[in-house]
């Protein structure tokens, strides 16, 4: 018999975690079924670096007002997407160029913050302390874009923070261990379009392979599917199925930091669809600007010395962007150049 080396994860299905204990009306979690969900996560990270949400709290009609809103809102002609562009002194907003590791994506991107206005560093240059209020730009069509994208980021920050302490206790930590982070968090939701790609399916991508900056990123996609994480343990791509009533939540560098490796961001990219449209809703879970992120005390010992340098979040996360405006990332900054 062949030795069997599957564990309940390591498999080719993306670990499904099931919130309802803390969503449910009368919830009365113990601290035992708490603990027993921290687990989960903590193989699902180890395992995959990211996992699926069900019984999340975010209710249906809220998802499905935004998924709307985002889709009549990039059915528009570009003329009229282009009233709320984004620039360089105020990334948020309408683009379509984006870059990942030098090359173009096959994709149009609108972006909003989830306090408005965002306080936020005026450049990278770690010697200028100016502060720049950045501000939503918000479409007149289709109507009522605007409320509905609140009301959306009221109740998917409610998950972040769940998440956010789920993945505390996984680590052995407080449950309210890092949020304090997040006091004057600088998070944005974004909306991806990808427009259907006819003639070269199979050489463009949506978007090309990348870790994402921040904490933790919460993603729900529309059926048409495209997105694919990068397993750890034999480097393959796993298709991440589109499951209406789940998320897919990713760790992020941030999170790869604070752990000293212990979790690592998983590696994911879109592909296009040569005939179909495809969408996908982000929410990107940012500390304040000044967030220094480094390992965390609990989490390094003399056996498990840290193994990055501090660094402050609003200074890299300005230098990310400013490398996506000179449209020339050779270079991107990324938490490598903070390894020790
Ligand atoms: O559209 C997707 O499924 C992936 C998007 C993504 O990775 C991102 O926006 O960072
Ligand atoms: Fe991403």
């Not at 991508?205 to 996609?221: E, N, R, Y």
């Not at 996360?317 to 490598?336: E, L, W």
Request: aromatic share 10%; net charge negative.
């Amino acid at each position: 018999m062949g030795e069997s080396k599957a564990t309940t994860t390591k498999d080719n299905n993306i670990p499904l975690i099931d919130l309802s204990l803390l969503n449910s009306p009368n919830n009365s979690s113990s601290a035992d079924s708490i603990a027993s969900l921290a687990a989960e996560i903590t193989e699902a990270c180890e395992t995959w670096g990211c996992f699926q949400v069900i019984n999340h709290g975010v209710p249906v009609e809220q998802s499905r007002a935004i998924e709307s809103a985002a889709r009549q809102f990039f059915d528009q002609p570009k003329d009229e997407k282009k009233k709320v562009w984004r620039y360089e002194r105020n990334p948020l907003g309408y683009h379509d160029s984006e870059i990942t590791m030098n090359v173009r994506d096959w994709k149009e991107v609108f972006d909003f913050t989830v306090q408005n206005p965002t306080l936020f560093p005026a450049s990278p240059d770690p010697h200028d302390l100016e502060l720049r209020e950045l501000v939503n730009q918000w479409p007149q069509f289709p109507p009522q874009f605007r409320e509905v994208c609140e009301e959306y980021a009221k109740e998917i920050e409610k998950l972040g923070y769940q998440l956010l302490e789920l993945l505390s206790l996984s680590l052995g930590l407080p449950r309210q261990r890092l949020n304090h982070f997040f006091k004057d968090q600088t998070s944005i939701v974004r909306f991806n379009h990808y427009p259907p790609c006819p003639n070269h399916p199979g050489q463009v991508l949506g978007v090309g392979q990348h870790t994402d900056s921040g904490a933790l990123s919460i993603l729900a996609q529309d059926d048409v599917g495209g997105l694919q994480v990068k397993r750890k343990w034999d480097g393959e791509w796993a298709p991440v199925k589109p499951n209406p009533h789940a998320y897919l939540v990713i760790i992020c560098d941030i999170f790869q930091v604070w752990s000293n490796d212990k979790y690592e961001s998983v590696v994911h990219r879109a592909m296009v669809n040569s005939e179909k449209e495809r969408i996908s809703i982000v929410f990107f879970f940012y500390p304040a600007h000044y967030t220094m992120v480094e390992p965390l005390e609990e989490l390094i010992n003399d056996r498990n010395p840290p193994k990055y340098r501090p660094y402050n979040w609003g200074k890299f996360s300005a230098a990310r962007r400013r490398s996506n405006f000179t449209k020339n990332n050779v270079g991107r900054i990324q938490i490598d150049h903070f390894k020790l």
